[in-house]
């Protein structure tokens, strides 16, 4: 059985940081690659940032220059350093493992940003 945990989130004000983290354990093997997704209230998720299998990073446009995917493959974990927070940012934050058989989620993590 595959488990995928997300930590890290919280309450924090404008301009403040928080690093997420989500590790994967059990059953899971060849993960191809990794992302991050957020889902506001009243929203539809979207991808916050991925990082394929041969390391290359893609951002949405709103996070670009703030977030920053990173990952151990050996450990099957993946983290995102969000930086220079704001309070769109706010949301539930999801992690997926994508493997040749499937993917993997977490059940997120809160991050709430305001002032």
């Known amino acids: 059985q595959v488990q995928v945990m997300e930590s890290g989130g919280g309450a924090v004000q404008p301009g403040d940081s928080l690093r997420l983290s989500c590790a994967a354990a059990?059953?899971?093997?060849?993960?191809?690659?990794m992302a991050w997704y957020r889902q506001a209230a009243g929203q539809e998720r979207e991808l916050v940032a991925g990082?394929?299998?041969?390391?290359?990073?893609k951002y949405a446009e709103s996070v670009k220059g703030r977030f920053t995917i990173s990952r151990n493959k050996a450990m099957n974990t993946v983290w995102l350093q969000m930086n220079n927070l704001r309070i769109e940012d706010t949301a539930v934050y999801s992690c997926?493992?994508?493997?040749?058989?499937?993917?993997?989620w977490g059940q997120g993590t809160q991050v709430t940003v305001s002032s």
């Open positions: 997926q493992m994508k493997t040749a058989w499937g993917d993997y």
């Open positions: 059990g059953s899971i093997y060849s993960i191809n690659a």
């Open positions: 990082i394929a299998g041969g390391g290359s990073t």
